[in-house]
């Protein structure tokens, strides 16, 4: 693929990143008008945002054209920070009100909720992160199992646990939770039962630092 | 059951027959028996279910059924402080479980912009070894008993322990340590730890010396792993397959030697061990390879501990700052 694989002298703070910058420019030119936004870490990785229609060309285009053909994981994220905060409320009291305000990562975002996968060309050892936004009322987009025969299970599970259809899986099956299980358990919203029906008692026993209270005291 | 079927009628209806996980269902089809194992099952360590598809002893295909051990590590996590997470992750694999401490503590120091000192990675680096030759050690028994090879679990268990005792000694547990701290560990050494450890390290080789000769040494197990489960380098690829399992499938790729990682792998002076073949034979192979491999590497390291702290200056109450962080490491098992 590119000549410019000089990544592992890379120094880590090198403030930019040429060989990751050749790939990015290579994966734009590619999608054409797909591409949303995107992040470099110098060194480590680089991240792109592209849009729902065209994420299962993105998967197409970084295997095809950027030769990452090692599939390493694909995934969920929720944004929105959990309603029910740690879990470490005490019961009796006045709830507490929260901020429910979505701040979404690098590349950012305008849902709730993301899609990421991450895939890496052997030849380079650079990884490609890739992310896209699903709709908040109805979170859908385009499988990759065509692409990527490993994302048949990491689809499935996302599926059952965020709740977002990959449309063109066609075997989109419970994977880890029982056949009847209703819900979508890694959605901030949906409660971890057991902290409600028994807060964590920790909290309330932690005893003070020898040495004052002031938490944010260098140790030493 | 003689009427044709779909493949998933006939797992939906074996599923059903199997739910109550005490009878082990099979149902002889035009295309093959379907046989139900598990999820209890002699030869399963853990609980898991496969529904195969079988033509004589050929499996055609499997339809496995991992939930039962999913305990929802992310869930989890959602309510708990980061120092409190250390003692999930290391019971992901819990015969590997410092080399699961390592990856969380190390994304957590990338986002609050901590290094923990050269002393504490060095220890890191010996203790993750360690624990990779604990598991694979392991592995390999185990899979000399799954194809009829008894006598190479005993010796396992009884390697390993040899292992797991400098484990406890540094750490306090065996199974679980919880010896990585945000910033550092949680104690320094014991007195004379690293040279009985590097004397471990020589027992090991002797160790792998003698399993191989029973493995190998006996002609059904060769048989029964040579040419069998060969998973070709592009499907490999494609499944996201890592660690030993790709090397096996003829992969050059070892992160502890081709990603960035604080941890001094670099400072010894040791091989990627890869083999072309790609059928289960390599996969052993190239395990017992890595544990030769990981015994070199630990016993040079040894050597080299630097003097210092242990622990970088961090808040007494640690706060990480929201973020995103990838940290890949080479887990024992891939």
Known sequence: MTDTAVVPDAPIDAPIDAARQAMLEEFTAALGDGFVASHITPGKDLMVRVTNQSWAEAGRVARDVLGCTFFSFLAGLDWMPSPYGKGEDDPTAEPVARDLTIKQGYTGGDTRMQVFARVVNPETKMALTLKVDVADDDPRVGSWVNVYAGANWHERECWEMYGIVFDGHGDLRKLYLPGDFEGFPLRKDFPLVARIVKPWPGIVDVEPMPGGGNDEEESE | MTA??????ALAYIGGQATDARVNVEIQTDDGMYLNIGPQHPATHGTLRIIARLDGEQVISADPVPGYMHRGYEKLTEVRTYPQVTTLVNRIDWLGSFANEVPFILAAEQLMGVEAPPRAQMIRTILFELSRIANIILFLGDMGVQLGAVTPV?????????????IESATGGRFHPNYDRIGGLKDDLPKGWLAETAATMVKVQGFCDELDDLLVGNPIFTQRCRGVG???????????LSGANLRASGVDWDLRRDAESPLMWNKADWKVITHPDGDSFARY?????????????????????????????VPRIIKVPEGEAYVGTENPLG
């Open chain 2, 4 to 9: 044709v079927v779909s493949d998933r009628q």
């Open chain 2, 154 to 166: 005993f010796y396992a268990f009884r390697d390993r322990e040899h292992v797991l005792n400098q």
């Open chain 2, 230 to 240: 060969i998973i070709p380098t592009d499907v490999a690829m494609a499944y996201g």
């Open chain 2, 285 to 313: 192979w190239v395990r017992l390879q890595e544990v030769r491999e990981s015994a070199k590497i630990v016993e040079q390291l040894c050597g080299q501990v630097p003097a210092g702290p242990i622990m970088a200056k």
